[in-house]
Nanobody
Framework: QVQLVESGGGLVQAGGSLRLSCAAS????????MGWYRQAPGKQRELVAT???????NYADSVKGRFTISRDNAKNTVYLEMNSLKPEDTALYYC?????????????WGQGTQVTVSS
């Protein structure tokens, strides 16, 4: 089993910044992919950003240029630096980790951390 502990959410005014962290622990053999997703009330969960073990990144168009994803492999931790926040960024942000135990990839989700951006 893999446990994910998220932190860093909160309330911020539009234009402000927050930094989310997600630390993975447990039966970690090979983390293939780490990422952040979000879900606003009444909407489906959507991708925010992902980063592979080789640090290749992928961003949703809506956050490009404002959010930066990074990872610390030694700490099994992924970060999301969020700048120029907008009210539409308000959502529950989930960390997702994909662990490879050959030949199968296992996906784990965190409990979510709330980000609220006031106008």
């Amino acid at each position: 089993q893999v446990q994910l502990v998220e932190s860093g959410g909160g309330l911020v005014q539009a234009g402000g910044s927050l930094r989310l962290s997600c630390a993975a622990s447990g039966s970690i053999f090979s983390i293939v992919d780490m990422g952040w997703y979000r879900q606003a009330p009444g909407k489906q969960r959507e991708l925010v950003a992902t980063i592979t073990s080789s640090s290749s990144t992928n961003y949703a168009d809506s956050v490009k240029g404002r959010f930066t994803i990074s990872r610390d492999n030694a700490k099994n931790t992924v970060y999301l630096e969020m700048n120029s926040l907008k009210p539409e960024d308000t959502a529950l942000y989930y960390c997702r980790v994909v662990v490879r135990i050959r030949p199968v990839d296992y996906m784990y989700w965190g409990q979510g951390t709330q980000v609220t951006v006031s106008s």
